[in-house]
DNA sequence: GCTCCCACTTGATGCAGATCAACTTTCACC
DNA sequence: GGTGAAAGTTGATCTGCATCAAGTGGGAGC
């Protein structure tokens, strides 16, 4: 890890384009980034672990971050991917207290670091940070509730499926994408075990989904939205 | 329903027990509660459907509502179950749009409804205010994720097992409680089908948790700790 | 171009929990 | 206190996914 080097123009601008900075004029932004340094990570460390004293919350500029929770019997179980633009861990801006989960960076990473007590300080007498922070906190609460409902409610083909649809670049019924990660990371964000998702992505070929590598074509989109019925009733 | 009635002192004072409240002074509790109506539920009505505008935020004082979200094939999944002094859909205050679920009383049940609108003018000039609704979004996406992670790693019985442990009283090595709700309710909030949780309870009674009715005895603690550990592992 | 390693795939098996069905208990209401 | 409906339990079966165990493939490095 690189720890605490001062923001370039080329970070400033990134933050500017994620949710956390939205609807912030020029003087909120700049009181903003006076709280943040940048840190730089390699693949699979730690940014901190599950338990530790929260001193910083987090954006990811470049690479991924991976957001879990430790169980009894030294399990893992991820909550979160975090990609380029995702804050994390704001939720200590207001009490303060523990991380609640680890994060690891997944690739070489960049992100910007902000100090709680300074965020929170700031927080106390500008009120458009406050809604800028919890702007941050509704999506991340709306995202989670959607993660909770497709796990409660979707099989491994249809969480793909919505994966797919959600992320793909429509190209009139049929469309392409490439994934922005390795395909364990996909599956531990979908909270499948990888060879789930392996056996997931065979099960759509017959819905017209070409998988290479990180490359995948859909042949009808319309086909794809209809797994959810097909997958998930016998038919009588 | 019984649509807008004017907040009594009870009610007041109530609400100014909740995390929401918490944190304000005199003034900033009576410009939030200026927000505020009351509204009263039978069990069974909906608070608002999946897809509405949205137009209020809740907090409940008396009795429980299930948020729910709807998918493919009419069914539903449980997202959140809300006991009194829990709020629900401050998420739109930031930026309003449409309710992400559904929410039902699941009780005879009286709640407050916020205007979101008024909140939100609110927000813009009173940080303390920000900072409270920032407090209670944390918090549900803090036990959102612990909710996240528990379907992903524990067991039916680990569920139910942590469940009591978190709100049973002590007497020492023992315990006792009563369960706030039906059982059904209880599986939904777990993530379980009825069965599920039936079956889950008699696999604890060899842990000694004596079920009868809405009445929970424990007879050591400890026992209970370990069920993660027994029933997550094959032995050798 | 070859090789090694790691990501991924495929197959076989086992388990947790959903579902369906029947029965029992509880509770509200007359 | 009796009656009916809802809630809960128990049993049997089925399905989806985890897990374990071999393979296969592809990209980085020499």
Redesign the interface.
Known sequence: MTTGLKLSNVHKAMLGETILFSGLNRDERNALLACATIVRYQTHDMLFHQGERGEYFYCVLTGFARLY?L???N?E???RICEPGDSFA??????GGDY??GAQAMEHSILARFNLEQVRAL?????HI??A???S??Q???S??D???S????TAP?RVATYLLTHCKPEGLAAKMRLPFQKSLLARKL?LAPEALSRAFSSLRAAGVTVSGRSIEISNLNVLKTI??IT??HAP
């Open positions: 929770r169980g009894g019997d399990q179980g991820d909550i704001e939720c200590l801006v207001t009490d609640r989960y927080v106390e007498h500008r009120p406050g809604i922070i919890m702007r906190l509704s991340h609460l709306l989670t509730i993660c909770l409902a796990d409660r409610m979707q249809q909270g959810p019925a998930s009733r």
